[in-house]
């Protein structure tokens, strides 16, 4: 359904422009209304995205990608990187959590800036 090569393109671009999309603004840029099964989806997508780039030494796109509640990944970004990353926080959401995502952010935004 969704074209890892065209998600990662548009994140990267993203990174470039220091920016994130919310979960609905990035299934819009694909032609597609908010739904939780197509938010499920694209986040199978993003982690793939991601285990991808890991393996070529890039800091990780889907932190880019958050909610439009709070402006953090969604809580299955944190518990899906539990066992790649030893730094996460505790808790998914409040400040600590809001500085974590954006270190990661940063790390993306300077990656793909250099690029």
């Known amino acids: 359904m969704f074209d890892p090569g065209e998600v990662r393109d548009i994140l990267a671009s ?5 920016t994130t999309f919310t979960y609905g603004g990035l299934l819009g840029l694909l032609g597609h209304t908010f739904t939780r099964p197509l938010m499920r989806q694209l986040c199978k997508v993003l982690d793939r995205i991601d285990e991808d780039g890991r393996a070529c030494g890039e800091p990780g796109l889907a932190v880019l990608v958050v909610r439009q509640s709070d ?16 730094d996460l926080p505790l808790e998914w959401e409040g400040p600590e959590a809001r500085r974590y995502t954006q270190a990661r952010q940063a790390e993306a935004f300077d990656y793909w800036n250099a690029r």
């Open 71 to 86: 402006g953090l990944p969604g809580q299955g970004w944190f518990v899906s990187r539990t066992a790649i990353y030893d």
């Open 14 to 18: 993203a990174a470039r422009q220091r």
